[in-house]
Nanobody
């Protein structure tokens, strides 16, 4: 139905920056929210940031002021610019999108995940 492909993870030192990208493809009619979740080795998957089709943004408290989410509706892409990274940001980051496919069926799709590792 709808595929999400992520890129941009990697290894960075504390204080560094990374940019994650995610592109949606498939028989898409409309994408509502697009966002990023993360899951550490000892934590549950948590919402990091998301952006609505209208541009409303949400950030979890732990990343406010450090991460910025942006979206290109025409290209069905979402990016997460991460700055001043901390070791506690280490996790697998997953892109998520929801909306409708051409048959007006609701979809909720996940990317495959991309590893972000921040060394101290």
């Amino acid at each position: 139905q709808v595929q999400l492909v992520e890129s941009g993870g990697g290894l960075v030192q504390a204080g560094g920056s990374l940019r994650l990208s995610c592109a949606a493809s498939g028989d898409i009619f409309r994408i509502n929210a697009m966002g990023w979740y993360r899951q550490g080795s000892k934590t549950q998957r948590e919402l990091v940031a998301h952006v609505s089709s209208g541009g409303n943004r949400y950030y979890t408290d732990a990343v406010k002021g450090r991460f910025a989410i942006s979206r290109d509706n025409a290209k069905s892409t979402v990016e997460l610019q991460m700055t001043n990274l901390k070791p506690e940001d280490t996790a697998v980051y997953y892109c998520h999108a929801d909306g409708y496919i051409a048959t007006m069926t609701v979809f909720h799709s996940w990317g495959q995940g991309t590893q972000v590792t921040v060394s101290s």
